[in-house]
């Protein structure tokens, strides 16, 4: 079997593994107050062009997402986000089971736009009733979204701009950063994301990592106390210079790019096969996620040699399904795959 | 002024209040354990035709529905309501802050239906990843819902029979019961919404009391312990006989469905004098509140002697407001509303 | 049965009903924000020489405290307090059910001191892994605490001094508040409280309403928005004029401390009663509860026709009970209690 | 510097690494569904001679307490523990961040009793009041203790009857399990964990691994939906397969035991270089936790070469600190620190 399924299926890059290797038995100092931790902490800072932002490691995405919220919002405060978010569907209630409500938007491919927080904004405090509604208080978008699009910069910029307006914080998952970086066309870099968000975070699990997530906080408001936040929601790992080793290999030379870059290629190999061999797409991507539109029949044939994610139903004959590359995806593997399609 | 903005404008009806007065200086323990609360509740218990069934008292609706909602749910499981239920909108996200995600389906006159409950279900569960989104537990309803609409018995039914065979909870929000029971045309009894929820609460606050919801538990497994959960959530009065006695007046000789009865008259009034005046309707009711449709220059002039809920925009020019109607209202007052309109 | 249990066995005091007689069919808005309410929050900030302070109604204790502790902490904060602190032993857990601890500190006679909570600060940000354990930034105290003692103004400006010193919020539950303020030799006034604590309340349930708690937030750090915290957590009555009412009444005229000062005069008798008759106090209080030592027959004996409190074993023989008077105890009542002891 | 700080100074134990290394590109599902995983959780069952058990893999040991606790309890049950144990000073209140109180008895050098637990059982229930109480549902204890003391045979069993008896879980946290295994003198096995408590947790983190807690349900109640709420509290790794490897490799031809049993041939050699010299114990201790009373001068000199975890402070010149061994202690660093004291 070949996976397609998603962009966690193997290990972490060699490079990083080699680095573990090495460092396997130096002792270290617990709980990311090593050496490594701070080094990688400034790589961050410097590839983010943001020299006074914190920045934490998590050991995952749906942690590093109820950790951000449940630390920058009151309780009854909520979080904006596209109704297709990841936190709105796919992450078991895990923001609720901190308290607070998940306000979702229509989306558009998996996007939200400037206007709609405006409008959701001054819809709850034009209410004489406000006191009983859930007060927006921060909008939460993904980058890519989980249908693979992007924000474009002017996008980005309005967010932040509508958040500063209406004072909400503008928070960006980034669980698969790098490959909307590496994507064709795209003019947002990881500079632009730290100076329109109040805080974000850069996805390794996804992106050449064992694990780990690094949540860079740039608005100083957000900045007190968040490690108490990481510990008490078990987020805080004991080697932490785990995380600290692979972010620093991650952002050393560039890594992290390349193997983005990588993921997109194969990503685009496989959408240039797809089309030429006539296959529908569900939704327009260019970056590491792509989804198609497929006849059962033929599903049910290829999913004997390939894993592939099941989106949804498309009609009675047809269904989504999602196929994902990544920095480890191997040429020979979506040629062949192209072959049996 | 006269306020038709909602249905607890005034105190409590004089016999509850004269009931209070005549036992002002009795002493009793405390926290609904005196002789009134038993009482009340034996009443309750016949009128709802449930011999077996727990009644607990509580202060107000919201935790009522609070309070109920996680004592059933284990963390990662959620509620089902209609979009505009109360629980998913006018409550500062009360059951989002005991941990548990509201499920919103849209709503049909502020109603859903069994096969909506039932397709949630199923898609829940047929997920490969279904532990990775909230568990589907308990169906939210509201009768009369929050647009003044009702369940048929037949609806109920269905709700109450898709709810077994999925392993769900039903459950009825009743602020506005007595006001659904009196309605013209309904086939619901009180015994009936007791044989098809597993859980409801009859609302007094709305209904004559000075304040007060009586919690009903038909189904054995939400039963224990649950007064422990109304103390830990602040809904154990101190002086619980206050409940009890209310309620008490409220059940005697009727008291609650003639003057829920009341209050449907003066709805009835005012809907009918509304029509021949050649107003629009925003929804079709049959209960206490009513919707219609007004030019924003009459609103403007209206609710210089009349107290009206602003309920949305409709178009540029016009906007929805609501009248609510209660056991208070007096004949005069409509007659007056209906002159000037 | 003649029951001195507790000291909220009664309705209301009859001026209370009266006006609730009075008003009862007046038709004002909901929630809090009629001018009934609008008046009493005046009385209480002119009562407690706090002009700027924020008054908020809440129905009851357990739910003013925990409101006002989850609304004033971030999630990895805790309250410091006397081990036999209300919040830590008699609420269900109802402040850990917003998420914080309590962190009990060792209580002399119910009460804690400046020393106490300068340890506690000092001794939690000393330690290297000070993110590992919870951060304390508020002590709750009672007065008259759970063993019906009472603060001195200099224990209570030593208090306030420290908490200003370490960047923490006192907050005084004062569910008995009245019955301190008019007990022999304190030199504690309302206006002391207001200007030595951050927030605090003035019980009505236990003093002379049918219930109802009036939360006063002197400090500005605490204000904002604290409406959305009482609605979210079910503290928000429909019919909010029913507790502006009360306290309206209850500041009217001196009318709280008149009626506090009754039942500090019932106590008194009791005490110097008993202390007559050869009884042991197992605490000296000068407040409206009483806590002697009994003989267990002579318990047995009492219970059948007084209602006491019972507190906790003392030997194999004898027990501790706790007998309350209150603004509704009569004389008659304490003079044939003495009799029969 | 060399570290005897803690117990995870280090990475993981080579062959850890080394099957990290050889997997480190195959393909596989995520979120712990894999082969690995299932292999390893075969492995566990038979190591603890429970095979009905469910094993669920996560990431840490704070995260594993409060997962399985507030899986285990209703909103208003609360947690019995030793008032030294982990959930209630290390771990930032994350058992209360989850709603439940953590109710803290007496430890015996971090031990708590069968008797115990028995008392506070029927203190609660006896109460007439409990339903304002939190109610105790369950026991924590840990095995080693903070304080690197151990439990019987007969004490675990004790505990365990008791828990029968009242209906309470019994949880056993054993972060530095292989170790209390391996300590002389001990008569616990796996299987007798396995056997005498509800749910308990092998330790990955501290033992080995480079993180990882494997939890082991015993009892039927508590396995349904566990794996909603790993995901739900940030626990599911993505690519669960890494938890797999590592406890298939730990458990393996026997080297949990083995390289626990390193670690206290290491903390033997410790305790007994430093009785020797004349150096007095804070705590007799069997595992690989040493605790020593120091004078603060030599205290000072001797951290410029070693780590060592400040404990508290003994008297005026004396303080005690704790000293680590762990699986990858060399012999010759302990001998050096020997040497220098």
């Known amino acids: 079997m070949i996976l397609f399924n998603s962009d966690y299926t193997e290990g972490a890059h060699p ?10 038995l130096e002792q270290t100092v617990g709980y990311g107050e090593d050496e490594y931790c701070e080094t990688a902490r400034d790589a961050i800072r410097k590839a983010c062009d ?43 209630g895990a923001v609720e089971a ?18 709609q927080v405006k409008e959701a904004f001054e819809l709850h405090w034009k209410d004489d009733a406000h006191e009983h509604i859930v007060q927006p208080k921060m909008v939460y978008i993904s980058h890519p979204t989980e249908l693979g699009t992007l924000y474009t910069k002017a996008e980005l910029e309005a967010l932040h701009d509508v958040c ?18 590496a994507a064709p066309g795209t003019d947002v870099t990881l500079a632009d994301v730290a100076r329109y968000c109040d805080v974000f975070y850069i996805g390794g699990t996804k992106v050449g990592a064992l694990f780990g997530e690094a949540v860079v906080i740039c608005n100083p408001l957000l900045k007190p106390d968040f490690r108490y936040c990481i510990k008490q929601h078990g987020g805080m790992l004991a080697k932490g210079r ?60 290829i999913t004997k040699k390939y894993g592939v994610t099941y989106q949804e139903r498309y009609d009675e004959s047809r269904s989504v399904i999602r196929l994902c590359t990544s920095w480890a995806t191997k040429e020979e593997d979506v040629k062949a795959f192209l072959e049996d399609m």
């Open 98 to 115: 901190t308290g607070h409500k998940v306000l979702a938007l229509p989306g558009t491919d998996g996007k939200i736009n400037a206007k």
């Open 242 to 301: 785990l995380l600290g080793l692979q972010f620093l290999e991650l952002f050393k030379d560039g890594l992290y790019y390349e193997i983005s870059k990588h993921a997109i290629d194969m990503a685009m190999l496989l959408k240039d096969g797809l089309t030429k061999k006539g296959y529908t797409f569900f939704k327009e991507s260019v970056t590491n996620q792509q989804f198609i539109i497929l006849d059962d029949t033929k599903l049910e044939e």
């Open 50 to 92: 943001a020299p006074e932002a914190d920045v934490h490691f998590l050991v995952g995405g749906t942690q590093a997402n109820f950790t951000v919220i449940s630390s920058a919002l009151r309780s009854f405060q909520g979080v904006l986000c596209a109704d297709s978010g990841h936190i709105n569907v796919h992450e078991t």
């Open 15 to 24: 490079k990083i593994m080699q680095r573990l290797m090495e460092t396997n």
């Open 164 to 181: 500063q307006e209406c004072g909400l914080y503008l928070y960006l998952d980034g669980a698969r950063m790098g490959y909307g970086l």
